[in-house]
């Protein structure tokens, strides 16, 4: 009888557990490390998304509050009517209201329901800090209808009021001390804008510390303690180039 041996190969083995460990602990690292530099990327881009739309809120906040200062004063028509201008220059509270003239609706004829004025101011609306708009209600008394947004996030809105002296040279005018004009308000021919704009989110890896100031060196503004947004400042001199213009 012829008998059949059957060899089996030894030399054949799989993984062993602490093999099998140490492959699963090196993949973990490899999709830990990934895991990191997405976060780091994912970061980085929601702090450029914000500080972009920063940007884009402060630029669209001075383009308004610019091209309307500008038309302080303005008085088509000037015949048998008063000569417009500020009606009130403020910063503390930061706002600043005017009042002109216009042919709204491109007639040819100024009425008295055409003449507008504007305040410009910060407010809070649910918690959010907002630079805001309001138009004249009516001219005696002053009153102004109710503040319509303009931009969010802003820290801080500042304004430096010029005149000039006899020599023509410009001056800063400031009749209380803390920068308002009232006397002198028909003197104003220069309005220094200075808007402080922050992004929408922190950021934890920051921590702003600076203390903002305006052209003359007065602090118009402190973060909190702590305090993890990043901040732009945008500021700009505006000629007022209706005001002082005589009537004929």
Same mark, same amino acid.
């Given at each position: 009888m012829?008998?059949?041996?059957?060899?089996?190969?030894?030399?054949?083995?799989?993984f062993?557990?602490?093999?099998?460990?140490i492959?699963l602990?090196? #993949?973990?690292?490899v999709?830990?490390a990934?895991?990191e530099v997405?976060?780091?990327?994912?970061?980085s881009?929601?702090?450029? !998304?914000s500080?972009a739309?920063?940007?884009?809120?402060?630029?669209?906040?001075?383009?308004?509050?610019k091209?309307?200062?500008?038309?302080?004063?303005?008085?088509?028509?000037?015949?048998?009517?008063q000569?417009?201008g500020?009606?009130?220059a403020?910063r503390?509270?930061?706002?600043v209201a005017?009042?002109?003239?216009g042919?709204?609706n491109?007639?040819?004829?100024?009425?008295?329901?055409e003449?507008?004025?504007l305040?410009?101011?910060?407010?809070t609306?649910?918690?959010?800090?907002?630079?805001?708009?309001a138009?004249?209600?009516?001219?005696?008394p002053?009153?102004?209808?109710?503040?319509e947004?303009?931009?969010?996030?802003?820290?801080?809105?500042d304004? +430096?009021?010029? #005149?000039?002296?006899?020599?023509?040279?410009?001056i800063?005018l400031?009749?209380?001390?803390?920068?308002n004009?009232?006397?002198?308000?028909a #003197?104003?021919?220069v309005?220094?804008?200075?808007?402080?704009?922050?992004?929408k989110?922190?950021?934890?890896?920051?921590?702003d510390?600076?203390?903002?100031?305006?052209?003359? #060196?007065?602090?118009i503004f402190?973060?909190p303690?702590?305090?993890?947004?990043?901040r732009? +400042?945008?500021?700009?001199? +505006?000629?007022?180039?209706n005001?002082g213009?005589?009537? !004929?």
């Amino acid at each position: 009888m012829n008998t059949m041996t059957i060899h089996l190969n030894s030399n054949k083995k799989g993984f062993t557990l602490i093999e099998l460990l140490i492959a699963l602990l090196l #993949g973990l690292m490899v999709m830990a490390a990934i895991y990191e530099v997405y976060l780091i990327q994912q970061k980085s881009y929601t702090n450029q !998304q914000s500080v972009a739309g920063m940007e884009q809120n402060l630029r669209a906040s001075m383009f308004l509050l610019k091209r309307e200062i500008q038309k302080a004063g303005f008085n088509p028509d000037p015949k048998g009517q008063q000569q417009l201008g500020f009606t009130e220059a403020a910063r503390v509270p930061p706002a600043v209201a005017f009042t002109f003239i216009g042919d709204m609706n491109d007639d040819g004829v100024v009425s008295n329901g055409e003449t507008d004025g504007l305040r410009f101011t910060i407010y809070t609306s649910n918690g959010v800090q907002k630079l805001g708009r309001a138009t004249l209600q009516s001219s005696s008394p002053i009153s102004f209808n109710v503040i319509e947004p303009v931009a969010e996030n802003i820290d801080a809105l500042d304004f +430096v009021f010029f #005149g000039v002296d006899g020599n023509d040279n410009p001056i800063v005018l400031d009749d209380d001390g803390s920068g308002n004009v009232i006397a002198n308000i028909a #003197g104003i021919r220069v309005v220094e804008i200075t808007i402080i704009a922050r992004a929408k989110d922190p950021d934890i890896n920051f921590t702003d510390t600076t203390a903002y100031q305006n052209s003359q #060196g007065d602090i118009i503004f402190t973060p909190p303690a702590n305090d993890h947004y990043r901040r732009r +400042v945008l500021r700009t001199s +505006v000629e007022c180039r209706n005001m002082g213009l005589e009537l !004929q």
